[in-house]
């Protein structure tokens, strides 16, 4: 399907926004791009790299005459960032989201968007060890999966445009009940970070002190707890925005750490290895890591 | 101190074993290298590497003549190893060790050791995704850290020597009990390997299927559960000879786990933002990753 916007306007100029906006400009999907934020050196920053051709930091003024909308503000800002620009968004315009938690932002935004408007909800799984309109890249989606998903009164044309725009950026795209992106992303992505963030805690509980015993750790801490330097705030809202999908996965974890425990505890070597083993074999089928 | 051995014997010619052997020769400190192992293709390549003079299979004969051993086999061998080549070694001959574990090595090694050998303990904490003599090299060690863990029987002379073994090969030596190095292994490292594990059996156990939950992947997962690839055999054997610490480690997990999970059930914010951040300013210390 052969897309094209006149005027984009990105909030949240980051990595994510930023790049979706490269990616965009560079397919010739978009006319102009306007950038909305909050820090000045950012937006200065992604105009100066061309991301942007210009910038607002007023969120309703930044978002006058947008056709299309990305919002790639931190998660549990989505909604009420949309529901304070709908009002001054005219009929036909497509706003989409990238926020990692969907079905909440869906049950937010749905019902008061003014008729006319299509939200359509997605989500880009693509790196983010680096962050800002400085880290963007026309490449960072390359080869991606992006889940968006729609619900029953999602526009159709809208859908088919946003599953163009993604697709032109590079990701594959998948369609996806909300509720089940969020369980998904709860056990595969969100409980890492759970247990990475434990990990380091750990140490804090320990006969040894805590900064003695990171003073011998080699690759296997320092990968395993690699996501507990996130930014807190972002995964505070991931995890209540998400909590009952978190709070299974976290509870099937324990059931998995029990096992093995008790494996130990028994010294029980065949249950041990076969535990061990079955975890490699898993772990081995992440072909690109 | 000067050292200078006449006639090394490499057991186990791996990462740990090559790269040890590989460092000595290059300062100079050994003039013969032997290595002993039992497969054919990697004794070969370490010979063809010039990483040992000559190799055998057969653990009595490779060790004759030695005045200085490395043991490098996987942990659980090293103590039947010693117990093996010891009645063939002369009086004054250095046996080292690379274990991950060290309490339960000094005490089945130290009883049965005859009168004029000396065994003194170590675990150099080095990389080691890599494995076998093709990826041993001379700058394994450069920077990192070796534990010697010798206890009230060990000669002072033959710790100085070791000392000087694994200074020269470019590690701070740190001296510590071996019951204290445990510990601290338990919660730095071994621990990581558990909550890996456990982290990728625990998509076997929920409601999607766990090969569809990993087709979501991204960074955050595979950084965590990288070690969970690691050799099963090594694993399980470090974790029954580590038991206690292990089992220490994994309950202080538990207690972090449990207080996080109440957190987010409570929709504790604050609590939850504490916790976050915790992890994070800790896990920032580690500098180097």
């Known amino acids: 399907m052969a897309i094209h916007f006149q005027h984009l306007v990105v909030i949240g100029v980051g ?12 397919r010739g999907i978009v006319e102009r791009i306007v950038g909305v934020g909050r820090g000045l050196k950012n937006l200065e ?6 991301i942007i051709d210009s910038f607002s ?70 790196g983010a060890e680096k962050s800002g309109a400085e880290a963007a890249s026309a490449q960072l989606f ?11 009164n ?14 032109e950026s590079g990701m594959e795209v998948i369609l996806m009940d909300a509720q089940r992106h969020d369980r998904i992303m709860g056990a595969i992505s969100h409980l890492s970070h759970i247990v990475a963030t434990c990990l380091v805690q750990t140490m804090k509980g320990l006969p040894d002190p805590a900064e003695e015993l990171l003073s011998y750790a080699s690759g296997g801490f320092n990968d ?27 509870s099937q974890f324990e059931l ?23 975890a490699k074999k898993l772990r081995n089928q992440l072909k690109r890591f």
Chains 1, 2 share one sequence.
């Not at 029990?258 to 079955?278: C, M, S, T, V, Y």
């Open 15 to 26: 990595l994510i926004g930023g790049s979706l906006a490269m990616a965009l400009r560079d």
């Open 45 to 50: 920053r992604a105009k100066e790299r061309g």
């Open 57 to 126: 930091r007023d969120l309703k003024e930044g978002s006058q005459g947008a056709d299309l909308v990305v919002v790639a503000t931190p998660v549990c800002t989505i909604p009420a960032v949309i529901k304070q620009i709908a009002p001054i968004l005219r009929a036909g315009t497509i706003i989409i989201d990238v926020g990692s938690v969907k079905q909440i932002i869906l049950e937010q935004v749905e019902p008061s968007l003014p008729a006319g408007l299509h939200f359509v909800g997605g989500h880009p799984l693509a």
């Open 142 to 152: 390359q080869g991606g999966k992006c889940v968006l998903t729609p619900s029953p």
């Open 154 to 167: 999602t526009d159709p044309q809208a859908l088919e445009k946003v599953t163009s725009i993604w697709r």
């Open 224 to 250: 395993t707890t690699r996501v507990a330097s996130s930014r807190p705030e972002i995964w505070r809202d991931i995890y209540l925005w998400n909590r009952e999908a978190v709070l299974e996965a976290i």
């Open 256 to 278: 998995s750490l029990r096992r093995l425990k008790g494996f130990i505890e028994e010294e029980d070597e065949a249950g041990l290895l076969k535990e061990l083993e079955g």
